[in-house]
């Protein structure tokens, strides 16, 4: 299937802000609403040790914990400072810890050494052991050290790094990191920097509220929002995609919607449609068999002749009104049924694809749009003239491409929004004409006034006169106006009228926004001088993101 964020379209290809860069637009005229929504921030190698801090501090101060404990409960809770608050208000401390295999500090006897002082009987190996070669860990369960690294190596190399529980039967405590990270470190020091790593990848891998960037090659960078999962992100890298399923924007498309729309262009489900219509399975071999003449006696190249209105066998002997040993006078209901609604659901699939695909071909055109427009505005500006402001050309430029991306992916919202794969039980075949028309009206609407922008940013204005030039200038501000409000229309139509009826949670879209993606901000990645929580060199050793 054609994409837009292809690699051959990737040099072509740039963020909607991109189109507003170092131009403000002073008209009155044309006033852009400052974008809502959900702030994001890019994650990179240096900020990450920096974003746990955020979280893990505050956790640590609010329930005087220390580190290790801080960040079981955080990797417990997908690191959901929120969530674990609201956990500790309505069940309490207790409740809370045991969940997370945090020992309670009450219940623990924080005098006791590490390390025993006389001989120690280990329950694993069964051997006694002087007590400075044994480890006790949070819950007062004290074992070997060569058994506790053994045991750490092993869940290491699962995977289970994040939690490692306490060798004890029926013990849910989670070690302590220092310890794992210590005594792994003395035997295989490669393993402890991959516990290491572990750790701190655990505030991206089991956080919802950040997500690797899913360019490639990949950038290294994370994103993290504040508030709505459903949203649409652009990285710093300049890749933007759908912080849900991290494929491209396909907003208004719910993620469920996009998925099954990629994958009924990208197989071969449409073929076999095709074949359904156009042929029918030989009786013997059953080969699908395509008639190519006006006889109805059919022959398939395994030899077998059959009817072509019955698909039964039958000799070859034959005149124009039958055929001989064979008559198929009697209808049949389901094989005629069957075959008329494969035709009808391969022309409606059809009919929205080749819309889909026309924006989508528009779309990759007009960003080659951008050059000549910045060429054309360059020649304006040169000449001896009292219109010295052009940045409505470019914002004119930028509302094409928001809105063109709206429409293109309002196709595949429609396939499926008044289709029978999604919704066949949640609306009346009236309700369903009723809120198809509603729709297609606005969409049209829509359609009609993108075209009609298109068309005054394609004028060679560079060689028109001034009065000319102020005419074109009204057209395109008005039309950016208009498809704005047009484009806001049809999201509060599939918000409230489509989507918002059948209360399904499934189907969330990511909100519009005029101004556009919103392109995350650099996280701050200076290190806090009073902040102990965290060693210095927790970060050193780490390979990141391999």
Known sequence: MDDYFSSEEEEEYCSDRDALDGLENDDPDYDWVPPKGPSTKVITKESLLCAQRGDLRRVMELLSLREHHARTLLIHHRWDVEKLLAVLVERGKACLFANAGVPLTEDQDLSLPRHSTSTVMCDICMEDIPGQITTRMDCSHCYCNDCWTEHFVVKINEGQSKRIKCMAHKCNAICDEAIVRDLVRRRHPDLANKFDRFLLESYIEDNKMVKWCPSTPHCGNAIRIEEDECCEVECSCGLQFCFSCLSEPHSPCSCLMWELWSKKCRDESETVNWITVHTKPCPKCHKPVEKNGGCNLVSCICGQAFCWLCGGATGRDHTWSN??????????????????????????????????????????????????????????????????????????????????????????????????????????????????HLFEDQQQQLEANVERLSKFLEEPFDEYDEKKVMDVRMHVINLSVVTDTLCRKMYECIETDLLGCLALGTHNIAPYKSKGIERAAALNAKADESDKYLPLDFGKAVDFRM
């Open 323 to 436: 055929i001989a040993g064979h008559s198929c006078g009697r209808y049949k209901e389901d094989q005629e049924q069957k075959s008329e609604r494969a035709k009808r659901d391969l022309y409606r699939y059809m009919h929205y694809h080749n819309r889909y695909k026309a924006h989508l071909d528009s779309f990759k055109l007009e960003n080659k749009l951008r050059e000549t427009i910045q060429e054309k505005v360059s020649v304006s500006e040169e000449k001896e003239s009292a219109l010295r402001d052009f940045t409505w050309v470019t914002n004119g430029l930028y509302r094409l491409f928001r809105s063109r991306r709206v429409l293109l992916y309002s196709y595949p919202f429609a396939f499926y929004m008044f289709g029978e794969e999604l919704f066949t039980d949640e609306m009346t075949d009236e309700q369903r004409e009723i809120k198809q």
